[in-house]
């Protein structure tokens, strides 16, 4: 009987507040002490901050006839979300990790295969 390789033990803490972002883009760098820095945003319209419509001779809410910004259809918002501040080593997990997890979604998508349940970490 071979011995047994030692083991250690990983406990999941949550923290208050703690919930998935949906993101779409990412603005960052590299710090001036070699560390990957990266903001993650969605991308989505702009809204209005006010609006004002017509009253229709009936007494119902008639279209727009002012909208404010008025630049506010020509712009877009990035909301960032979160950000996450990387060093070299876990930059390099964090870039295997989701190639793998890239190839599996295509993989997917190619409908050669199942999503397999429950996630995987990287960092080792």
Same mark, same amino acid.
């Given at each position: 009987?071979?011995?047994?390789?030692?083991?250690?033990?990983?406990?999941?803490?949550?923290?208050?507040?703690? #919930?998935?972002?949906?993101?779409?883009?990412?603005?960052?760098?590299?710090?001036?002490?070699?560390?990957?820095?990266?903001?993650?945003?969605?991308?989505?319209?702009?809204?209005?901050?006010?609006?004002?419509?017509?009253?229709?001779?009936?007494?119902?809410?008639?279209?727009?006839?002012?909208?404010?910004?008025?630049?506010?259809?020509?712009?877009?918002?990035?909301?960032?979300?979160? #950000?996450?501040?990387?060093?070299?080593?876990?930059?390099?997990?964090?870039?295997?990790?989701?190639?793998?997890?890239?190839?599996?979604?295509?993989?997917?998508?190619?409908?050669? #295969?199942?999503?397999?349940? #429950?996630?995987?970490?990287?960092?080792?």
């Amino acid at each position: 009987m071979s011995p047994k390789n030692p083991e250690i033990r990983f406990t999941y803490e949550y923290r208050e507040g703690y #919930g998935p972002h949906y993101v779409n883009g990412a603005l960052g760098g590299v710090s001036p002490r070699g560390e990957i820095i990266a903001n993650f945003f969605f991308e989505k319209p702009a809204l209005p901050t006010m609006v004002v419509n017509e009253i229709t001779p009936s007494g119902t809410i008639g279209g727009e006839i002012v909208e404010e910004p008025a630049e506010m259809r020509s712009s877009f918002i990035r909301v960032v979300t979160t #950000g996450v501040i990387l060093n070299h080593e876990s930059a390099r997990n964090l870039h295997a990790w989701l190639g793998e997890k890239i190839k599996e979604l295509e993989f997917f998508q190619q409908g050669q #295969g199942v999503i397999k349940p #429950g996630p995987k970490e990287f960092g080792h």
